[in-house]
């Protein structure tokens, strides 16, 4: 398939056929699973998945793409391709049943973080997720307190998802190379999020405030959101950093922002 890769779409095509079944064994997807493949491109994974499972869906944004994927993927089974912006796809109009959408795909780097976050929001219908990122990308995903790349992405992935890194690529494996190493990492939506669903946008407002000004305290951050003494009650220093609450803490300072409100 000859395609140009395009800059705007981020597009660094997987190409490294070791690096292919490493990542399909990790997925081990089996006939019968409703496989959604994000950002195909030339169809390298996309081919190894339906031979093995024989339909799938696959989102693609370049139309370029879609006849020369739907033609090297024809003779190997049926897939459905979806030309759209997958920040604004709705996966729940594949299957509405809770957990039952497996995703996969090589994220473009540039779209790598709104895209998790939209797909938190819909982590009813998702069973699973292996992706390959931008290892930064992945290191934050999966960071504990205390280190300098936990944050609001760390915190909101966390209370809704496990995070298990699961091996590194380098920039040999893709065209056009990246001047990036990728990982792969494997996200499991959790069965109860540490967080309810209503509350998640007041959480996430808490949390994003929180981590405004990495090397500013809480004091200075939450000073506009909440009352400081919420903190102290709390037994929370407010001359930490966010970076070095654990998750338990920030859903306590939230759940307490929230009563103090309720009861002034």
Do not use: W
């Not at 031979?51 to 024809?74: I, S, Y």
Request: hydrophobic share 40%; proline share 7%.
């Amino acid at each position: 398939m000859s395609h140009r890769p395009r800059k705007r779409f981020g597009q660094n095509f997987l190409q490294d056929d070791s690096v292919i079944e490493r990542i399909v064994g990790y997925v081990n997807p089996q006939p019968g699973e409703r496989i959604v493949e994000i950002g195909p491109g030339q169809g390298a994974l996309t081919r190894s998945i339906l031979k093995r499972v024989g339909e799938m869906d696959a989102v693609e944004l370049d139309r370029d793409l879609l006849e020369p994927l739907a033609k090297t993927c024809g003779p190997l089974g049926t897939l459905r391709i979806h030309n759209a912006d997958v920040l604004k796809f709705d996966f729940r109009s594949l299957c509405h049943e809770p957990k039952c959408l497996r995703l996969v795909g090589n994220l473009p780097y540039n779209i790598s973080t709104p895209l998790l976050f939209h797909l938190i929001e819909q982590a009813d219908v998702i069973r699973d997720m292996h992706f390959m990122l931008q290892k930064e990308v992945v290191d934050r995903m999966a960071a504990g307190p205390g280190s300098k790349t936990f944050g609001r992405l760390s915190v909101m992935l966390q209370v809704s998802c496990d995070v298990t890194p699961l091996f590194d690529i380098g920039p040999e494996a893709f065209y056009p190379p990246p001047k990036v190493d990728s990982s792969v990492v494997r996200v499991l939506p959790k069965a109860q999020p540490l967080v309810d669903k209503d509350e998640m946008g007041s959480f996430g407002a808490l949390v994003t405030a929180a981590f405004a000004q990495r090397r500013k305290t809480l004091r200075n951050n939450l000073r506009e959101v909440m009352d400081i003494g919420v903190l102290e009650n709390l037994g929370i220093d407010p001359g930490r950093r966010a970076e070095t609450l654990s998750l338990d803490e920030f859903i306590a300072l939230h759940r307490a922002a929230i009563d103090s409100t309720a009861h002034p």
